[in-house]
Protein backbone atom coordinates (compact mmCIF):
# COMPACT_ATOMS: atom_id res chain seq x y z
CA UNK A 1 0.00 0.00 0.00
CA UNK A 2 1.31 3.40 -1.44
CA UNK A 3 1.86 5.83 1.89
CA UNK A 4 -0.93 8.71 1.41
CA UNK A 5 1.71 11.23 1.80
CA UNK A 6 3.31 9.85 -1.79
CA UNK A 7 -0.14 10.02 -2.89
CA UNK A 8 -0.66 13.79 -1.78
CA UNK A 9 2.85 14.62 -3.74
CA UNK A 10 2.41 12.32 -6.77
CA UNK A 11 -1.44 12.49 -7.36
CA UNK A 12 -0.93 12.48 -10.95
CA UNK A 13 1.52 9.54 -11.12
CA UNK A 14 -0.65 7.56 -9.09
CA UNK A 15 -3.81 8.71 -11.10
CA UNK A 16 -1.95 7.51 -14.57
CA UNK A 17 -0.62 4.17 -12.85
CA UNK A 18 -4.44 3.38 -12.01
CA UNK A 19 -5.50 4.14 -15.74
CA UNK A 20 -2.63 2.03 -16.81
CA UNK A 21 -3.65 -1.06 -14.80
CA UNK A 22 -7.79 -0.37 -15.21
CA UNK A 23 -8.19 -0.26 -11.34
CA UNK A 24 -11.04 1.99 -10.92
CA UNK A 25 -10.27 4.14 -7.87
CA UNK A 26 -11.06 8.20 -7.56
CA UNK A 27 -7.71 9.12 -6.31
CA UNK A 28 -9.21 12.70 -5.71
CA UNK A 29 -12.19 11.85 -3.52
CA UNK A 30 -9.17 9.54 -1.63
CA UNK A 31 -7.03 13.03 -0.90
CA UNK A 32 -10.35 14.77 -0.14
CA UNK A 33 -11.13 12.02 2.60
CA UNK A 34 -7.47 12.26 3.70
CA UNK A 35 -8.03 16.01 4.36
CA UNK A 36 -11.63 15.88 6.23
CA UNK A 37 -9.72 13.29 9.00
CA UNK A 38 -6.72 15.39 9.47
CA UNK A 39 -8.91 18.46 10.06
CA UNK A 40 -11.34 16.09 12.34
CA UNK A 41 -8.12 15.06 14.13
CA UNK A 42 -6.99 18.24 15.20
CA UNK A 43 -10.31 19.01 15.91
CA UNK A 44 -10.69 15.87 18.54
CA UNK A 45 -7.27 16.89 19.69
CA UNK A 46 -8.08 20.39 20.57
CA UNK A 47 -11.39 19.13 21.65
CA UNK A 48 -9.57 16.94 24.02
CA UNK A 49 -7.37 19.47 25.41
CA UNK A 50 -9.57 21.70 26.59
CA UNK A 51 -11.34 18.46 28.07
CA UNK A 52 -8.42 17.92 30.14
CA UNK A 53 -7.85 21.50 31.31
CA UNK A 54 -11.15 22.18 31.99
CA UNK A 55 -10.93 18.86 34.32
CA UNK A 56 -7.48 20.01 36.42
CA UNK A 57 -8.85 23.58 36.55
CA UNK A 58 -10.94 22.55 39.94
CA UNK A 59 -7.58 21.47 41.60
CA UNK A 60 -9.04 18.54 42.94
CA UNK A 61 -12.13 20.33 44.23
CA UNK A 62 -15.30 19.87 43.59
CA UNK A 63 -16.60 21.72 39.94
CA UNK A 64 -18.69 24.44 39.95
CA UNK A 65 -22.41 23.99 37.59
CA UNK A 66 -20.75 25.92 34.68
CA UNK A 67 -17.87 23.85 34.40
CA UNK A 68 -19.87 20.52 34.59
CA UNK A 69 -22.18 21.12 31.90
CA UNK A 70 -19.34 22.48 29.56
CA UNK A 71 -17.92 19.53 30.79
CA UNK A 72 -20.19 17.58 29.49
CA UNK A 73 -20.38 19.63 26.12
CA UNK A 74 -17.09 18.63 25.07
CA UNK A 75 -17.48 15.21 25.51
CA UNK A 76 -20.53 15.09 23.35
CA UNK A 77 -18.71 17.33 20.84
CA UNK A 78 -15.38 15.10 21.17
CA UNK A 79 -18.11 11.79 20.43
CA UNK A 80 -20.37 13.24 17.59
CA UNK A 81 -16.45 13.66 15.99
CA UNK A 82 -14.80 10.44 16.96
CA UNK A 83 -18.60 9.08 15.13
CA UNK A 84 -18.12 11.11 11.86
CA UNK A 85 -13.73 10.29 12.08
CA UNK A 86 -14.40 6.59 12.29
CA UNK A 87 -17.29 7.06 9.49
CA UNK A 88 -14.49 9.10 7.04
CA UNK A 89 -11.88 6.43 8.22
CA UNK A 90 -13.72 3.40 7.12
CA UNK A 91 -14.41 5.37 3.34
CA UNK A 92 -10.49 6.41 3.49
CA UNK A 93 -9.65 2.36 3.97
CA UNK A 94 -11.66 1.23 1.43
CA UNK A 95 -10.06 3.61 -0.96
CA UNK A 96 -6.55 3.54 0.10
CA UNK A 97 -6.68 -0.50 -0.49
CA UNK A 98 -7.38 -0.16 -4.29
CA UNK A 99 -4.69 2.38 -4.91
CA UNK A 100 -1.99 0.48 -6.96
CA UNK A 101 1.74 1.07 -6.51
CA UNK A 102 3.57 3.08 -9.52
CA UNK A 103 5.55 0.83 -11.83
CA UNK A 104 8.72 2.29 -13.55
CA UNK A 105 8.70 4.01 -16.74
CA UNK A 106 10.13 1.44 -18.95
CA UNK A 107 7.24 -1.05 -17.97
CA UNK A 108 4.75 -1.86 -20.99
CA UNK A 109 1.21 -0.65 -21.12
CA UNK A 110 -1.17 -3.43 -21.87
CA UNK A 111 -5.04 -4.26 -21.23
CA UNK A 112 -3.76 -7.52 -19.92
CA UNK A 113 -1.42 -9.89 -19.36
CA UNK A 114 -1.66 -11.22 -23.14
CA UNK A 115 0.20 -8.42 -23.94
CA UNK A 116 3.34 -8.39 -21.58
CA UNK A 117 6.36 -8.49 -23.68
CA UNK A 118 8.79 -11.09 -22.76
CA UNK A 119 12.17 -9.52 -21.78
CA UNK A 120 14.11 -13.05 -22.01
CA UNK A 121 13.71 -16.83 -22.90
CA UNK A 122 16.40 -19.52 -22.85
CA UNK A 123 16.14 -22.59 -24.18
CA UNK A 124 13.21 -24.58 -25.91
CA UNK A 125 9.45 -24.69 -25.05
CA UNK A 126 8.51 -28.36 -23.82
CA UNK A 127 6.34 -29.84 -25.99
CA UNK A 128 3.38 -31.90 -24.61
CA UNK A 129 1.35 -34.69 -26.14
CA UNK A 130 -1.78 -34.33 -22.95
CA UNK A 131 -2.76 -31.18 -21.63
CA UNK A 132 -0.75 -29.84 -18.76
CA UNK A 133 -2.62 -29.71 -15.56
CA UNK A 134 -1.82 -26.49 -13.21
CA UNK A 135 -0.63 -26.62 -9.51
CA UNK A 136 -3.96 -26.66 -8.54
CA UNK A 137 -5.50 -29.74 -10.20
CA UNK A 138 -2.16 -31.70 -9.37
CA UNK A 139 -2.70 -31.03 -5.48
CA UNK A 140 -5.76 -32.23 -5.22
CA UNK A 141 -5.11 -35.27 -7.15
CA UNK A 142 -2.33 -36.13 -5.35
CA UNK A 143 -4.25 -35.42 -2.59
CA UNK A 144 -1.83 -32.94 -0.83
CA UNK A 145 -3.84 -29.98 -0.64
CA UNK A 146 -7.87 -28.95 -0.11
CA UNK A 147 -8.65 -25.37 -1.39
CA UNK A 148 -12.37 -25.89 -0.84
CA UNK A 149 -12.28 -26.23 3.08
CA UNK A 150 -9.43 -23.91 3.33
CA UNK A 151 -11.78 -21.08 1.76
CA UNK A 152 -14.51 -21.80 4.12
CA UNK A 153 -12.49 -21.81 6.67
CA UNK A 154 -9.95 -18.77 5.97
CA UNK A 155 -11.91 -17.22 2.75
CA UNK A 156 -10.04 -15.92 -0.67
CA UNK A 157 -7.14 -17.83 -1.44
CA UNK A 158 -7.02 -20.15 1.95
CA UNK A 159 -6.21 -23.31 1.49
CA UNK A 160 -5.25 -26.85 3.79
CA UNK A 161 -1.64 -28.33 2.95
CA UNK A 162 -2.40 -32.31 3.68
CA UNK A 163 -0.50 -35.57 3.55
CA UNK A 164 2.95 -35.11 1.73
CA UNK A 165 1.92 -31.22 1.07
CA UNK A 166 2.07 -30.72 4.56
CA UNK A 167 5.83 -32.35 4.97
CA UNK A 168 6.78 -31.03 1.93
CA UNK A 169 6.26 -27.47 3.50
CA UNK A 170 7.76 -27.92 6.57
CA UNK A 171 10.94 -30.26 4.38
CA UNK A 172 11.45 -26.59 2.89
CA UNK A 173 11.66 -24.37 6.56
CA UNK A 174 14.02 -27.21 7.16
CA UNK A 175 16.25 -26.61 4.53
CA UNK A 176 16.20 -22.94 4.98
CA UNK A 177 16.80 -23.01 8.55
CA UNK A 178 19.55 -25.35 8.38
CA UNK A 179 21.28 -22.99 5.40
CA UNK A 180 20.92 -20.34 8.43
CA UNK A 181 22.47 -22.25 11.12
CA UNK A 182 25.14 -22.95 8.55
CA UNK A 183 26.34 -19.40 7.95
CA UNK A 184 26.53 -19.05 11.64
CA UNK A 185 22.40 -18.30 12.64
CA UNK A 186 21.58 -19.42 15.72
CA UNK A 187 18.39 -21.04 16.38
CA UNK A 188 16.25 -20.15 19.26
CA UNK A 189 12.43 -21.38 20.34
CA UNK A 190 11.43 -18.34 22.77
CA UNK A 191 8.92 -18.81 25.49
CA UNK A 192 5.53 -18.93 25.03
CA UNK A 193 3.50 -15.68 26.30
CA UNK A 194 0.20 -15.45 26.28
CA UNK A 195 -2.32 -13.16 28.45
CA UNK A 196 -4.35 -14.46 32.18
CA UNK A 197 -7.81 -13.59 30.64
CA UNK A 198 -6.94 -16.15 27.35
CA UNK A 199 -5.64 -18.70 29.67
CA UNK A 200 -8.93 -18.78 31.95
CA UNK A 201 -11.23 -18.18 28.73
CA UNK A 202 -9.17 -21.68 27.36
CA UNK A 203 -9.72 -23.62 30.57
CA UNK A 204 -6.16 -24.01 31.48
CA UNK A 205 -6.61 -22.19 34.90
CA UNK A 206 -8.92 -21.99 37.52
CA UNK A 207 -9.39 -18.68 38.96
CA UNK A 208 -9.27 -20.14 42.48
CA UNK A 209 -5.93 -22.43 42.15
CA UNK A 210 -4.70 -19.65 39.69
CA UNK A 211 -0.68 -19.20 40.51
CA UNK A 212 -0.25 -15.50 41.21
CA UNK A 213 4.01 -16.20 40.22
CA UNK A 214 2.35 -17.58 36.49
CA UNK A 215 0.26 -14.56 36.82
CA UNK A 216 3.04 -12.19 36.79
CA UNK A 217 5.32 -14.45 34.06
CA UNK A 218 2.37 -14.52 31.49
Known amino acids: MLDIKYIRDNTDKVKEAAKNKNIDVDIDELLKLDEEKRKLQTEINELRTKRNELAGASNGGKPTDEKIQEGKKLKKEIAEKEEKFHQI ?20 IGKDDSENI ?29 IERGVKVAG ?46 TGY ?14
Open 89 to 108: EQKFGDLMVKVPTVTSEDTP
Open 156 to 201: YRGYYLKNQGMTLALALMMYALEKLISKGFTPMLPPTLIREFALFG
Open 118 to 146: PVEEQGEKPQFDFTPKDHIQLGKDLDIID
Open 205 to 218: FAGKTFNSEVAEIY
